[in-house]
């Protein structure tokens, strides 16, 4: 029953630090997707991946970037964070077609940077 | 583009009141239209959808129903409970595939 998992859950960083978030699926989906949420402006993608070995940026993806080496892993990463990047972040997945399109998201990673 | 307009939160019901979030689109084609539920802490969960015209999506007592003429996919519920709170997201899929696109959400706060 683990779905779609993040860690970590919550990090603390100082401005310039690099991180690392992962996000893993178990359900052999093909689309893998990075959203942030920030108060008063829902969900904003940053990345998203159709497949293993592919990645597309999406609507913010200054200052992220992101691997998809094995089908069920999705990276996101800071090189230099900032505070702007102070948010919650979200992974989800679903599977290819026409079908309901329904995501599959992950609880969440808080990240503040200070 | 596509974009998607809810109403702003919070929205502060008493139990067992009647609810409606509005959520009103813009898309070319034929767009499927979704509500997601995020609840404290968690993640967001697909609550229902509606891929055609006049469909009506329902689960947990909540229902929306696809206007195509009013471009409009507002979610409701007859008698609302505490367990409800939570953020509701309106979103849609148009031509692109791969992409939804999603309202600001709305916060739901029931008192008892």
């Known amino acids: 029953n683990a779905g779609v998992t993040q860690t970590p859950k919550f990090r603390v960083l100082k401005t310039g630090q690099s991180m690392t978030l992962l996000c893993a699926q178990d359900?052999?989906?093909?689309?893998m997707y990075w959203y942030r949420q920030d108060p008063g402006m829902g969900l904003r993608l940053i990345h998203y991946?159709?497949?293993?070995?592919?990645?597309a940026k999406g609507e913010v993806p200054d200052g992220y970037n992101v691997s998809r080496l094995k089908k069920q892993n999705f990276l996101l990463g800071l090189e230099s964070a900032a505070p702007s990047q102070t948010s919650v972040y979200f992974c989800?997945?679903?599977?290819?077609?026409?079908?309901?399109?329904?995501?599959?998201f992950g609880e969440g990673s808080r990240l503040t940077v200070l | 583009g596509n974009s998607v307009t809810q109403m702003e939160g919070p929205v502060t019901l008493s139990e067992e009141a009647f609810l409606t979030i509005n959520c009103t689109y813009t898309?070319?084609?034929?767009?499927?239209l979704f509500w997601y539920v995020q609840y404290p802490g968690e993640g967001l969960q697909l609550l229902l959808k509606?891929?055609?015209a006049d469909d009506k999506g329902s689960n947990k007592g909540f229902e929306a129903t696809y206007r195509k003429e009013t471009t409009s996919f507002h979610l409701e519920k007859g008698s609302v409970q505490v367990s409800d709170s939570a953020v509701y997201f309106c979103?849609?899929?148009?031509?692109?595939?791969?992409?939804?696109?999603w309202g600001a959400g709305t916060k739901l706060i029931i008192k008892p």
């Open positions: 989800a997945s679903r599977k290819t077609g026409t079908g309901t399109g329904e995501l599959f």
């Open positions: 359900m052999n989906h093909e689309y």
């Open positions: 991946s159709v497949g293993e070995g592919t990645t």
């Open positions: 898309a070319t084609g034929y767009p499927s």
């Open positions: 509606a891929t055609k």
């Open positions: 979103a849609l899929r148009g031509d692109s595939n791969y992409q939804l696109i």
